[in-house]
């Protein structure tokens, strides 16, 4: 079975920094389309940051640019995002997905409904 397990969420005061990971099993980590979406309370699935398969490719949305960094760890089965200079806005349950296949285009981003598989989430809560 595949598996995605997030990890990493906290509790964080504006400015703060956290560090998400994802493990995977189950599927061929290596040749596989990675990216982190989230969801706040009330609001749509939005996707943040996607990789490609062997990590030399990235989008990010607007909202995140320049603040977050998607990375992956081929080796390790393991797909990271680093937040900086957290906002109070990107609070919610963060998700990483796999999506089926080697090509990565800019509007993936943009499309949860095309990716194949989610991990369980892990709460990000910004507060003062």
Avoid: H
């Amino acid at each position: 079975d595949v598996q995605l397990v997030d990890s990493g969420g906290d509790v964080v005061q504006p400015g703060g920094s956290l560090r998400l990971a994802c493990i995977v099993s189950g599927l061929s980590f290596g040749d596989t389309t990675m990216g982190w979406f989230r969801q706040a309370p009330g609001k749509e699935r939005e996707g943040v940051a996607v990789i490609s398969y062997s990590g030399g490719s990235s989008y990010y949305s607007q909202e995140v640019k320049g603040r977050f960094t998607i990375s992956r760890d081929n080796a390790k089965n393991t797909l990271l995002l680093q937040m900086d200079n957290l906002k109070l806005e990107d609070t919610a349950t963060y998700y990483c997905a796999a999506k089926i296949g080697m090509r990565l285009d800019w509007w993936d981003i943009y499309r949860a409904n095309e990716w194949n598989y989610w991990g369980q989430g892990t709460q990000v809560t910004v507060s003062a």
